[in-house]
């Protein structure tokens, strides 16, 4: 299962290149889809649609059938939708970025729930995380690579081509490397199953407040650094293109650092919620200081990587749910917290983009001060997160008494 989990690892790399991506060739799908700064937003946004919305069918199916057919499905139709995206047509690209989401989601679920099933339980956190490194090292790909791409010439298409072609191959690899017969042959009717699973679920206090916490935490990077972070280091402070390019993309670097440390951290500690309230304000002080803090007081890079581990603490609510639900609904919960968390990316960047044109107002070019004025709520939110985190029941190891998860067969 090693092989499989590190096919499904190499999956959840590439939709997160493609979440990423947009952010360093803005100007160039502006130009492309004839639509502004603004609207482009919007276009990418559909990813999160797509993928808010799958990942509550692929924790149920995956729970049911496996992964052995709907992990390469997912990297198909992740593949098609990068394809689609090409085209340079407005509606094809649309209908191709919800397709991302849509297979996306199964990436996600599905790698998550490899680390989470097949392996020691005392490790979940860190092989969590560590699945979560996969993702994080493709969205810091998504800009650090492509950006120095695309300024070196490469059409804007031509990389959404060639990576629809690179999730087709994938998609084949994971039919030939997943184990067969990896779960039970499907009796009955399984979306009632699939139903009781997600009615369990979601009924869980534990569950809807894991998907706050995590969307919370989430949405920093996934707005703010993924989709307005190269324009906000060249329109805010005045960088190059290159330079705002790896400027921003330490952020994903640091997740890459953030996801498994903070998960081996907290399976060490054998608690979760102190581990994600430290994360919680360091990613806090690290937003206000991007947005108010003076430029050229810190090394280059530092405060970008000090973003991305901290943000890494959105992760361990995956662990959280995990251990708050019965183990017959792992991928279930994992898909509830996935949707969650990313709702709040799929509602609120248009409304963020909003803010920052009701900021600029009339004014050609955006400035400092209308970045802050937009984005400040994030602050808002990271604090809001923390809060809510003490509501959160501890399910480490070392919580006392030990958390008591009922055991429900899911017919």
Request: hydrophobic letters at 55%.
């Given at each position: 299962m090693v092989a499989g989990w590190l096919v499904a690892a190499v999956f959840y790399f590439l939709q997160y290149s493609l979440r990423s991506a947009p952010s360093v060739m803005m100007p160039q799908l502006s130009e492309g889809f004839g639509l502004t700064a603004v609207g482009v937003a919007s276009l990418v946004g559909v990813f999160y649609y797509g993928y808010s919305t799958f990942s509550l069918v692929a924790g149920p199916a995956i729970d049911r059938f496996g992964t052995r057919l709907l992990l390469p499905l997912g990297a198909a139709t992740v593949g098609v939708g990068a394809l689609l995206f090409a085209t340079g047509n407005q509606e094809a690209a649309t209908i191709g970025r919800f397709f991302q989401g849509v297979g996306g989601a199964f990436a996600a679920v599905g790698a998550l729930y490899i680390a989470s099933n097949y392996f020691e339980p005392s490790k979940a956190a860190t092989l969590i995380g560590a699945t979560q490194m996969?993702?994080?090292?493709?969205?810091?790909?998504?800009?650090?690579?492509?950006?120095?791409?695309?300024?070196?010439?490469?059409?804007?298409?031509?990389?959404?081509?060639?990576?629809?072609?690179?999730?087709?191959?994938?998609?084949?690899?994971?039919?030939?490397?997943?184990?067969?017969?990896?779960?039970?042959?499907?009796?009955?009717?399984?979306?009632?199953?699939?139903?009781?699973?997600?009615?369990?679920?979601?009924?869980?206090?534990?569950?809807?407040?894991?998907?706050?916490?995590?969307?919370?935490?989430?949405?920093?990077?996934?707005?703010?650094?993924?989709?307005?972070?190269?324009?906000?280091?060249?329109?805010?402070?005045?960088?190059?293109?290159?330079?705002?390019?790896?400027?921003?993309?330490?952020?994903?670097?640091?997740?890459?650092?953030?996801?498994?440390?903070?998960?081996?951290?907290?399976?060490?500690?054998?608690?979760?919620?102190?581990?994600?309230?430290?994360?919680?304000?360091?990613?806090?002080?690290?937003?206000?200081?991007?947005?108010?803090?003076?430029?050229?007081?810190?090394?280059?890079?530092?405060?970008?990587?000090?973003?991305?581990?901290?943000?890494?603490?959105?992760?361990?609510?995956?662990?959280?749910?995990?251990?708050?639900?019965?183990?017959?609904?792992?991928?279930?919960?994992?898909?509830v917290v996935n949707f969650l968390n990313f709702t709040f990316s799929a509602l609120l960047g248009p409304v963020f983009a909003g803010l920052l044109q009701d900021a600029a107002g009339p004014a050609r070019e955006m400035t400092r001060a209308h970045y802050q004025t937009a984005f400040l709520p994030l602050v808002y939110g990271v604090g809001l997160s923390i809060v809510l985190t003490f509501f959160l029941r501890e399910t480490g190891r070392a919580a006392a008494p030990p958390v008591q998860i009922a055991q429900r067969e899911i017919a």
């Amino acid at each position: 299962m090693v092989a499989g989990w590190l096919v499904a690892a190499v999956f959840y790399f590439l939709q997160y290149s493609l979440r990423s991506a947009p952010s360093v060739m803005m100007p160039q799908l502006s130009e492309g889809f004839g639509l502004t700064a603004v609207g482009v937003a919007s276009l990418v946004g559909v990813f999160y649609y797509g993928y808010s919305t799958f990942s509550l069918v692929a924790g149920p199916a995956i729970d049911r059938f496996g992964t052995r057919l709907l992990l390469p499905l997912g990297a198909a139709t992740v593949g098609v939708g990068a394809l689609l995206f090409a085209t340079g047509n407005q509606e094809a690209a649309t209908i191709g970025r919800f397709f991302q989401g849509v297979g996306g989601a199964f990436a996600a679920v599905g790698a998550l729930y490899i680390a989470s099933n097949y392996f020691e339980p005392s490790k979940a956190a860190t092989l969590i995380g560590a699945t979560q490194m996969f993702g994080m090292a493709g969205g810091s790909a998504g800009q650090f690579v492509v950006g120095p791409l695309i300024a070196g010439g490469l059409p804007w298409n031509r990389f959404w081509m060639g990576m629809g072609v690179a999730g087709l191959v994938i998609a084949g690899l994971l039919l030939a490397l997943l184990p067969r017969d990896e779960k039970p042959a499907a009796s009955g009717d399984w979306l009632v199953s699939a139903g009781r699973a997600m009615s369990l679920v979601l009924r869980n206090p534990q569950s809807i407040l894991c998907g706050i916490v995590s969307g919370l935490l989430f949405i920093p990077t996934t707005i703010f650094d993924m989709v307005w972070g190269v324009r906000y280091m060249q329109e805010a402070h005045g960088f190059d293109y290159a330079s705002a390019v790896i400027r921003s993309a330490t952020v994903p670097l640091g997740w890459i650092i953030g996801c498994p440390l903070l998960g081996f951290v907290s399976d060490r500690l054998g608690r979760r919620k102190p581990v994600i309230v430290a994360g919680a304000l360091v990613l806090m002080a690290s937003l206000v200081w991007i947005l108010f803090g003076a430029v050229g007081v810190l090394p280059p890079y530092v405060i970008g990587i000090i973003t991305g581990i901290a943000s890494g603490a959105a992760m361990l609510p995956y662990t959280v749910i995990k251990e708050a639900n019965p183990p017959a609904v792992s991928g279930t919960a994992t898909g509830v917290v996935n949707f969650l968390n990313f709702t709040f990316s799929a509602l609120l960047g248009p409304v963020f983009a909003g803010l920052l044109q009701d900021a600029a107002g009339p004014a050609r070019e955006m400035t400092r001060a209308h970045y802050q004025t937009a984005f400040l709520p994030l602050v808002y939110g990271v604090g809001l997160s923390i809060v809510l985190t003490f509501f959160l029941r501890e399910t480490g190891r070392a919580a006392a008494p030990p958390v008591q998860i009922a055991q429900r067969e899911i017919a």
